[in-house]
């Protein structure tokens, strides 16, 4: 499990009003997270962060490592920008919509590749996370301008051949915003973490320490789970 660390990013370095719009954590969640780590570490589910870099980055270097030993990799998470991960070995799972994505869904929802999604965004923006992008263009004339000219510095070098002169203005308009956008958006895969498999195993909860925290938050639900499944054999052994 990837964290965010509440220490500013190389994004916000790069670009101050980077999330700066982000409305100020509700306090009856903020009084929550305290409980994330302890109930991930109950459950054996490992926490990792790095300074200066965000889950998303972690999550992206964590992927890209293991996909180079040999492991298949399914990142569980429903933020768009991690379809740039998407490759033969690395897929996605939204458990929100409970949904899998491969190589092959990022280009049908997309109309683009994965390794084209960074360009993709850039374009479009993120207003949650104050990325700027190209003011007017959103996820289909964007998907349109990257499956045309390929990547976002050849569209940019190329902006006489866009057929509509409200984009083609647009774009002249905020090249060098949109670059900085690309910057914001492109996971830095090479973040100072480790993947090592053990550390990530599979193992039995820890119900010493899960069953109390279930009855501090009054998760009755769970914790009738938890004691059928501490009296039943281990569904996940080490590995």
């Known amino acids: 499990m990837a964290l965010d660390l509440p220490e500013p990013t190389f994004r916000h370095v ?3 009003a980077y999330k700066g719009s982000r409305p100020t954590m509700p306090e009856d969640l903020l009084c929550q997270m305290p409980y994330v780590p302890l109930m991930a570490e109950a459950l054996y589910v490992t926490p990792v962060a790095h300074a200066g870099y965000e889950a998303d980055d972690v999550i992206g270097a964590l992927s890209k490592q293991a996909e180079s030993k ?9 933020d768009k920008d991690m379809a740039q991960l998407v490759s033969p070995q690395i ?5 929100i919509k409970d949904q899998y994505s491969t190589e ?10 994965p390794s084209q999604m960074v360009d993709l965004l850039s374009l479009m923006g993120d207003k949650i996370d104050g990325v700027p992008g190209v003011k007017g263009i959103g996820k289909k004339i964007a998907g349109q301008l990257i499956a045309q000219f390929g990547t976002l510095d050849h569209l940019l070098m190329h902006l006489d051949e866009v057929a509509s002169p409200v984009v083609r203005e647009a774009l002249r308009a905020s090249a060098e915003t949109v670059r900085c956008s690309r910057l914001l958006i492109a ?13 990530f195993a599979c193992r039995p909860a820890d119900h010493a320490r899960l069953i109390p925290l279930c009855q501090e938050l009054e998760l009755s639900r769970l914790l009738r789970r938890l004691t059928d499944w501490a009296s039943a054999p281990s569904l996940f052994p080490s590995l």
């Open 104 to 113: 092959a869904d990022i280009q049908a929802r997309w109309g683009v590749a």
């Open 14 to 16: 790069l670009y101050p």
């Open 91 to 95: 897929s996605l799972y939204d458990p």
């Open 70 to 78: 040999g492991w298949s990799v399914v990142i569980v998470a429903s």
């Open 187 to 199: 996971l830095d895969v090479d973040c100072p973490v480790t993947f090592e498999p053990e550390q």
